[in-house]
T-cell receptor, first 117, second 114 residues
Framework: AQKITQTQPGMFVQEKEAVTLDCTYD???????LFWYKQPSSGEMIFLIYQGSYDQQNATEGRYSLNFQKARKSANLVISASQLGDSAMYFC??????????????FGTGTRLQVTL | KAGVTQTPRYLIKTRGQQVTLSCSPISGHRSVSWYQQTPGQGLQFLFEYFSETQRNKGNFPGRFSGRQFSNSRSEMNVSTLELGDSALYLCASTEGSGPNQPQHFGDGTRLSIL
């Protein structure tokens, strides 16, 4: 079974609009972390935002916010006021604490976001 | 602080050869993880090293190996290269072992097998 599911292969958004990228996850571990990364065409993975399973509030980092709905096992990324430079692949990833290490991430298949004028 | 540095950026090899990729983590980061990214399989975890010890390993054949040096720099080796090993190899470093520590990635090494 997929542990991380991103159902939107591609998304378009107009500049200055907000966009939501979907992510659902599957785990039986009560302690886990969810991450979003941005990958421009150049290849590097850029960390955007983190949400812990025990965090009471949704995470925010500048124009990025995470809509965390634990009961639904979803962790959607919201980008406000989109900019042309936001065009990239976006990956949702999960770290389960039962792996014995903080460093093993399981990634979704990604969503390609295109920001248009 | 300098970011994660991976060398080389691009590499072309032929089947049967072996290759070594290098990763220098962010200064002070002791954990280094490696991932393989392909269009078909997406991003897959290879292994993680912490204080020169392999702490975790993904589901890859023994042709894939790695090591970490005392300065936390890490190398990844792939022997007897196959066409399917063509991929972007990403290295990531983490400052500590806390559950909320994000991994910081390098630019990757793009390996092409002819």
């Amino acid at each position: 079974a997929q542990k991380i599911t991103q159902t939107q292969p591609g998304m378009f958004v107009q500049e200055k609009e907000a966009v939501t990228l979907d992510c659902t996850y599957d785990t039986s571990d009560p302690s886990y972390g969810l991450f979003w990364y941005k990958q421009p065409s150049s290849g590097e993975m850029i960390f955007l935002i983190y949400q812990g399973s025990y965090d009471q509030q949704n995470a925010t980092e500048g124009r990025y916010s995470l809509n965390f709905q634990k009961a639904r096992k979803s962790a959607n990324l919201v980008i406000s006021a989109s900019q042309l430079g936001d065009s990239a692949m976006y990956f949702c990833a999960m770290r389960e604490d039962n792996t014995g290490t903080a460093s093993k991430l399981t990634f979704g298949t990604g969503t390609r976001l295109q920001v248009t004028l | 602080k300098a970011g994660v540095t991976q060398t080389p950026r691009y590499l072309i090899k032929t089947r049967g050869q072996q290759v070594t990729l290098s990763c220098s983590p962010i200064s002070g980061h002791r954990s280094v993880s490696w991932y393989q990214q392909t269009p078909g399989q997406g991003l897959q975890f290879l292994f993680e090293y912490f204080s020169e010890t392999q702490r975790n390993k993904g589901n890859f054949p023994g042709r894939f190996s790695g090591r970490q040096f005392s300065n936390s720099r890490s190398e990844m080796n792939v022997s007897t290269l196959e066409l399917g090993d063509s991929a972007l190899y990403l290295c990531a470093s983490t400052e500590g072992s806390g559950p909320n520590q994000p991994q910081h990635f390098g630019d990757g090494t793009r390996l092409s097998i002819l």
